[in-house]
């Protein structure tokens, strides 16, 4: 019985990863990523890892390391919800060319990576971007990707080092890259080896942009509710004012 339970269980596992597959890798995603084959940045890709509003994220192998690639997938509906992220200009000139505006999306999330990167803030080192793929650094180890703070069981335990290493990333994100993360929770942080990693930097937006201030009180008053809820009570005026008087 028990050997049939697990049977069920692989032919359900083999029918959603056969539909995720389906639904990302059309030709144009096929063509993306054979180019940067040819950059010797992607092999092959090992599996899913998660499915989200508007990309698909697997884990692959390129030469002898494993990496992560972001999908966005080309027939996504949700790009038009995405407006109060725009202050591209590219962008904006595409805005009603769908395909076109999920390619500058996929490339302004590479090019934000790419900024705090170099600039000192964690987050995955970005390593390539064709049209609606980028291929970035696998935070995690053995190819098995770390979760994020939402599905991290030792986030109590490391709830002060989070904070620190939260602070230290704010302030270099908003006072050296001049850039707000703008959708920024526990959904999209992964604490691992003592690091706190920002992702997600798609819809990242720079600190001169009209709904700029808004976007960072939203997130830091969504980041209070999560410190508040793992044992570290804190406030907003308290995260403002410890991200400003930061000092590395």
Request: positive net charge.
């Amino acid at each position: 019985m028990q050997e049939l339970i697990e049977e069920h269980q692989k032919q359900e596992k083999d029918k959603v990863k056969r539909k995720i597959f389906k639904d990302v890798f059309d030709d144009r995603t096929e063509k993306a990523l054979q180019a940067i084959e040819r950059r010797d940045n992607f092999d092959y890709i090992i599996g899913p890892i998660s499915k989200g509003k508007e990309a698909n994220l697997f884990v692959a192998k390129a030469k002898n390391k494993f990496v992560a690639v972001k999908i966005y997938r080309i027939e996504t509906t949700y790009f038009h919800r995405r407006n109060d992220y725009v202050n591209d200009e590219k962008l904006l000139q595409i805005s009603k060319n769908p395909i076109k505006k999920i390619y500058a999306w996929t490339e302004r999330e590479y090019l934000n990576l790419k900024l705090c990167y170099e600039n000192g803030i964690k987050v995955p080192k970005p390593i390539d971007q064709e049209k609606n793929v980028l291929i970035m650094e696998l935070i995690g180890q053995k190819g098995e990707p770390h979760p994020t703070l939402k599905y991290d069981k030792e986030v109590k335990k490391n709830i002060n080092k989070i904070y620190k290493q939260y602070i230290k990333n704010m302030n270099k994100m908003l006072y050296t890259t001049k850039l707000v993360h703008a959708d920024l929770s526990e959904y999209n942080m992964i604490f691992f080896k003592d690091k706190l990693y920002f992702i997600d930097m798609g819809q990242a937006v720079g600190t001169n942009y009209k709904k700029a201030r808004d976007f960072v009180n939203r997130d830091i008053k969504t980041i209070v509710k999560f410190f508040n809820k793992n044992g570290l009570k804190t406030t907003i005026e308290k995260i403002k004012k410890d991200i400003k008087k930061y000092k590395d």
